[in-house]
C-alpha cells in the first residue's frame, strides 16, 4: 500500500499520534471532535490511519480520519469489552505470530486471530517461529491442521535464520502488521528481515519474571527492502470483535467448504444430524483441534452478542446482539 503523500499514523498515545509527513516523524494532537459520535471504537484514530492534519508545526493536530480499506480489530480487554479496539488499519497482509516452545504454540490463540483476518477480509500468513525448540513430528502436526485454513503458513527460527528470506519475500512490498502473544518473537522477527530496525527484545528469563512486555505500544516502521511493518505489543487473549455467531463458520475456510455437504444449509456443526464437518471429524479429515476452537469461539460470540441458530437461546433485556 502507497501513502507516499498523505500523511498517515505511525503511533497513537492516549491523546497524541505521530504522524508521517513527507517522510518526517511529527506529534499531532487528536481534535476533540473524533471523540464525539464515538460508539463502537475504544479511540477514534489508529496506526496506518491516513488522516487530514491542520495547523502550524508546533501544533499539528488531526482533523478527520479518511476512510480505510480495512481494519484489524479484537474486543476490548476489561470494563471496555464491548469496545472495539483497532489494532492496524489499512494493511495488505496480518502476520500471526505464534512460537514452539515459549510460548508453546496454541491453536486456540492462532484460530482466534485468524478468524478475525477473514472477518476483517484481510490475508493472514501463520508464522511458526522458534522452530528450533520444536520437535518435528509436532510441526508436521500443525501444519497439516492449517493446510486448508485458508492461511499461509510458514516456519521460522528468527535467531537460527531459518525461514526469513521466506519470510521477506512474503513482506516485501506490503505493508503488514505482526500479531501474537508476547514472547513470540514479533520483534526478533523484524530485526532478523531488516537488522536496521534495531527493534528491542526482552530477555526470556528476564521475562519469565517480571511478565512485562518489551513492546508496550503498536508502532509502523518502514522497511529497507521496501514496504513496512506495525509491531504490536502482546495480548494476554484475543477475542474477535463482531462477528455474527452463524456466521463465524464463514470464517474457517475448511468448514465454508465441507459445509455446504451438510444436510441443513444453515448448519452450526455442533450436533445436528447428518453434519458433513462432524463426518470429516470422525474420518479423520478435519482437524479436532481447529473444530474444538471453532466451538470455544463459537460460544463465546453468542455470549457477547446473542445466540442464533438451532442453539438459539432466549433474549435477555441485556440483549447484545449488534447485526
Ligand atoms: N530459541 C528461539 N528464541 C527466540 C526465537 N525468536 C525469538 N526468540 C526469543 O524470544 C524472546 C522474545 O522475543 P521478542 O522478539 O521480544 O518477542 P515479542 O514479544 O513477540 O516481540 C527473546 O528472548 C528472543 O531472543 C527463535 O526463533 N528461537
Ligand atoms: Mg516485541
Ligand atoms: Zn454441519
Redesign the pocket.
Given at each position: 500500500m502507497e501513502f507516499q503523500d498523505s500523511p498517515f499514523v505511525v503511533r497513537v498515545d492516549a491523546r497524541q499520534c505521530e504522524v508521517m509527513v513527507d517522510g518526517e516523524v511529527r506529534k499531532a494532537r487528536m481534535r476533540g471532535r473524533l471523540f464525539e459520535n464515538q460508539c463502537i471504537d475504544k479511540a477514534p484514530v489508529a496506526v496506518g490511519d491516513r488522516v487530514v492534519l491542520s495547523g502550524g508545526a508546533s501544533d499539528l493536530a488531526i482533523d478527520k480520519v479518511l476512510p480505510r480499506s480495512n481494519l484489524f480489530a479484537r474486543r476490548a480487554a476489561g470494563d471496555d469489552a464491548d469496545r472495539r479496539q483497532i489494532l492496524a488499519t489499512n494493511v495488505d497482509l496480518v502476520v500471526v505470530?505464534n512460537?514452539l516452545?515459549m510460548p508453546a504454540f496454541s491453536s486456540i490463540v492462532a484460530d482466534r486471530m485468524l478468524a478475525a483476518c477473514s472477518f476483517a477480509g484481510i490475508p493472514a500468513l501463520l508464522v511458526l517461529?522458534?522452530?528450533?525448540?520444536g520437535k518435528r513430528g509436532k510441526l508436521r502436526k500443525y501444519e497439516a491442521s492449517y493446510a486448508n485454513s485458508g492461511a499461509d503458513v510458514l516456519q521460522?527460527?528468527?535467531?537460527?535464520n531459518i525461514g526469513v528470506e521466506e519470510l521477506v519475500a512474503k513482506l516485501k512490498g506490503k505493508t503488514s502488521v505482526l500479531y501474537?502473544?508476547?514472547?513470540?518473537?514479533?520483534?526478533?522477527?523484524m530485526n532478523a528481515i531488516d537488522p536496521s530496525l534495531n527493534l528491542e527484545?526482552?530477555?526470556?528469563s528476564v521475562?519469565l519474571q517480571s511478565g512485562r512486555?518489551?513492546?508496550t505500544f503498536t508502532r509502523w516502521y518502514p522497511l529497507a527492502m521496501g514496504g513496512a511493518m506495525i509491531?504490536t505489543p502482546?495480548v494476554r487473549k484475543f477475542r474477535p470483535f463482531g462477528i455474527p455467531p452463524h456466521e463465524l463458520r464463514l470464517h474457517y475456510a475448511e468448514m465454508r467448504e465441507l459445509g455446504k455437504e451438510c444436510k441443513y444449509p444453515a448448519c452450526m456443526h455442533r450436533g445436528e444430524p447428518d453434519c458433513a464437518v462432524q463426518k470429516a471429524l470422525d474420518d479423520g479429515d478435519f482437524p479436532p483441534s481447529r473444530l474444538r476452537s471453532y466451538i470455544e469461539i463459537l460460544n463465546e460470540l453468542e455470549e457477547a452478542y446473542g445466540g442464533t441458530g438451532s442453539n438459539e437461546k432466549p433474549s435477555g433485556p441485556d440483549h447484545k446482539a449488534r447485526n
Open positions: 505470530v512460537s516452545g517461529n522458534k522452530i528450533d525448540q521460522t527460527s528468527a535467531t537460527e501474537g502473544l508476547s514472547g513470540v518473537g514479533k520483534s526478533t522477527l527484545v526482552r530477555e526470556a521475562s512486555h518489551t513492546t509491531d502482546g
